[in-house]
């Protein structure tokens, strides 16, 4: 009787009762569950970071190496090597002024032009290196002290200059000590007729 | 004698502790649970706020990471590699053959060459790995001087694989055509 008389107020706690114990049950462990599965989004958010930071970081050095060589090539194709109307004169010049200098007089000089050809391993390359190679071929008759006086001067010249080959022989008798020396010099330049290399495209 | 019962309330008597404390109990269970029910609600607010926050920042981080690294992709594609590959492989062969010491080469045919053989020609030819293969011709005076010079070869660490290629008498010498391997101080791999 009595719980009857108070049965609105009595019905209306239960009922928030009941919903706040539902919500403190339920919602705590959804709590929970929802921090886990954010959390666990976070870790893998924070992993593909990672990855995508990484696979940047990759590219860039790669650009940058790429750029490097890029730089680099250039600086030989454009510099170094140059185009002969820039240096083959100057070069000519440093070949005779060895020759002097060792003391070595070649009565004549042989030139020759032509494309240089590389045997690469890249494959399907096509089109040149972008370089043409100039030979320059001379005899001398010497001392073997003046010889290699001519070719370590060779060496250390500014000129980029090889020896391609050397071939010596006795002059006269022994005792004279007179060699005959045909070098083959060899220098490269930048070819102005085709297209700039690769080096001298910006990426 | 009989007891008189006086009955002066308006209402009949009802006994509402029970109720009432019932009622306490329950209020009092509600408020605690409400209360515990709006701080982890709030809690939770505050606290997934910042996660989602990080998460949505962490997001906007991989996507400019992705953009930046698509960037360079696209820069990368525009690069000739293989015209790169090609011209970077024969500017290394030409610094090797410019690095390349004929003095050194020469000091060392000094000292190994025997004495009755004499260099006529050499031309060198630039392997992958950093050796140089020697041709050369050779005049010597004997016929032991094609022995004698293979043997001093074997006998240098910095020759290898000498081999002959011919050798022709020709009046009282002897012309000598051979191959050799050799190592320079500085070995200049060729990429």
Not at chain 1, 122 to 151: C, D, H, M, W
Not at chain 1, 167 to 195: E, H, P, Q
Not at chain 2, 166 to 176: A, F, K, P, R
């Amino acid at each position: 009787m009595i719980w009857r008389e108070k049965r609105v107020l009595l019905i209306v706690l239960g009922l928030l009762l009941l919903a706040n114990t539902l919500f403190f049950f339920t919602y705590r462990v959804q709590y929970v569950s929802r921090l886990q599965d954010l959390d666990a989004r976070q870790e893998q958010a924070e992993a593909q970071l990672d990855q995508a930071r990484n696979a940047r970081v990759t590219a860039e050095q790669q650009l940058a190496a790429y750029k490097k060589v890029q730089a680099d090539l250039q600086v030989l194709y454009n510099e170094r090597w140059s185009t002969p109307m820039q240096r083959l004169t100057a070069l000519i010049d440093e070949v005779k002024r060895l020759a002097a200098a060792s003391h070595l007089q070649p009565p004549s000089y042989s030139f020759t032009t032509g494309e240089s050809k590389q045997v690469s391993t890249v494959p399907s390359t096509k089109g040149s290196v972008g370089t043409t190679t100039v030979g320059i071929a001379f005899t001398v008759q010497g001392t073997y002290e003046q010889v290699r006086r001519l070719i370590n001067l060779l060496e250390l010249s500014d000129q980029f200059v090889i020896i391609d080959a050397i071939s010596l022989g006795a002059n006269g008798t022994a005792t004279d000590k007179v060699l005959t020396l045909n070098i083959r010099l060899k220098t490269l330049f930048k070819d102005v007729r085709t297209t700039a290399p690769a080096a001298n495209r910006q990426l | 004698m009989k007891p008189i019962h006086l009955n002066l309330a308006a209402r009949p008597f009802r006994d509402y502790r029970p109720v009432y404390a019932a009622v306490v109990i329950m209020a009092l269970l509600t408020a605690f649970l409400a209360l515990n029910n709006v701080d982890t609600f709030l809690r939770y607010r505050t606290e997934t706020k910042t996660t989602r926050a990080n998460i949505a920042k962490l997001e906007q981080q991989i996507a400019d990471e992705q953009r930046r690294t698509e960037s360079f992709a696209q820069r990368l594609r525009g690069v000739d590699l293989k015209l790169l590959a090609s011209q970077t492989e024969f500017a290394n062969a030409q610094l090797a053959e410019r690095a390349f010491s004929w003095s050194e080469l020469l000091d060392r045919l000094e000292r190994v060459l025997p004495t009755d053989v004499r260099l006529l020609s050499v031309a060198p030819s630039f392997e992958k790995d950093g050796l140089v293969h020697l041709s050369m011709t050779c005049i010597a005076k004997t016929g032991e001087g094609l022995t004698a010079t293979i043997n001093r070869f074997n006998g240098d660490q910095h020759f290898a694989n000498a081999f002959p290629a011919s050798e022709t008498l020709n009046g009282t010498e002897y012309h000598i055509t051979l191959g050799v391997d050799y190592r320079p101080s500085i070995a200049r791999r060729v990429e």
